[in-house]
């Protein structure tokens, strides 16, 4: 049988949907192969959240098409985003390509490679309003695994793609997405990280949806703080972490959960793009400064260990240098532990790549390094004031950089470096004394 690889771009949805199309392919008789080069089939799951990302597939697209030349046979697939935002038009770019298959409808992965083997290319594309598939196959080879709930997006913040190409907002039945986490945990899976691009959604039909569609079809669903609770009780499950957050779900239940499960990972990634009230009202993300800050407070307040992280843009239309330090002093207030910086990138098809794009490359280039500086004395500020506590450490396995020694995650998912015990499992649980820290990364030595 043929052997396949996935070369995956991109967010977590991407990596969970990966998951569930190699999941169809093994279960169809293929086997993983060992590398991309020795892959008789190649899929590359695709992202359009910045240019430079799209780029990025079809370079890769590009070479993976014309090694067909050598290896006539090979075949050649592209899914996710860029697959539905291009489309048709990625066949005129690429005549050797074999499939594309759009975001709500990925399990025509499988199908289109069983196309593909007999000669005939597919095109699937699914409407933004039509019910998505939601991924549930899972090739489960450690102990953590993705789980999505929520598919889509409502938001519409005016900078963003994602409500394009993934579609209306989807809650997934909660009784569906229980029975997965069940049979996870029968296989030993230990952490499971909920997925959704505006997870505190789940489960609220908002009107645009209800107007559009029946509810969801083959379950009820239920808010958010209640699928945690639920996913909780589930025996096996030690640790719960979700992504993506957004202030307005930041209500008391949420805030109670944090402080009252030991399952639920002290962390929240809380993207504020902005620290400016006019750059966060043209993007229209539904919140001020203050209002993002406050909800920050109150999780302070209530959880004290709770590790925060972010998104942030810079160099968005009309961004000011008064913008900007806006952003870099709301940065300092909310005293985020980590933080991923992108260059704003016109996107084609939403409401501010209909404005200016007026601030420079060489400016946003001077804005993120700024930020990416402040942010790494602030990383390490905080992570050294962990030293000499005492961390619960999930194992995960061998470091990346140095075999002879391990790494995990803190609830507060910073990665701890150590030396195993002897009989060490990944999975495990370990309490470690932090010895040292660097910014992105502490020791337990
Ligand atoms: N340009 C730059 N960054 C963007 N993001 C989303 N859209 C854009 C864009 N057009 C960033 C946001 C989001 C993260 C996933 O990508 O910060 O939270
Ligand atoms: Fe984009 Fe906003 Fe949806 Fe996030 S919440 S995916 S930024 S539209």
Redesign the pocket.
Known sequence: MPTFAFHTYG?QMNVRESEAAARALLDAGHTQAPSEEEADIVIVNTCS??GKAEDKALGKLGLLCASKRERPGRVVGVMGCMAQRLGEELFKRLPRLDFAIGTRCAERVAPAVEAALQGRSTLALRGPHEQPDAPSGHVVEGFSAFVTILLGCNRRCT???VPDVRGDEWSRPAREVLAEVRALAEQGVREVTLLGQSIMNYGLRTPAFDESDPPSPGGYTIPFPRLLEAVAAIPGIERIRFT?GHPAGVNDELIRLFREEPKLCRHLHL?V?SGSDAVLSRMRRGYTREGYLSAVARLREAVPDLALTT???VGFPGETEEDFQATRTLMEEAHFDNA?I??????PG?VSATWEDDVSDEEKARRNQILLEDQDARGTQINEALVGTVQTVLAEGPSLRNKTRWSGRTSGNKIVVFTPPEGLRPGDTLSLTITRAAPQTLYAD
Do not use: L, N
């Open positions: 967010c959240v910045r900078y963003c793609i993506s993207p793009q998104d942030v843009i991923f992108f260059k704003y990138s016109p996107r939403t």
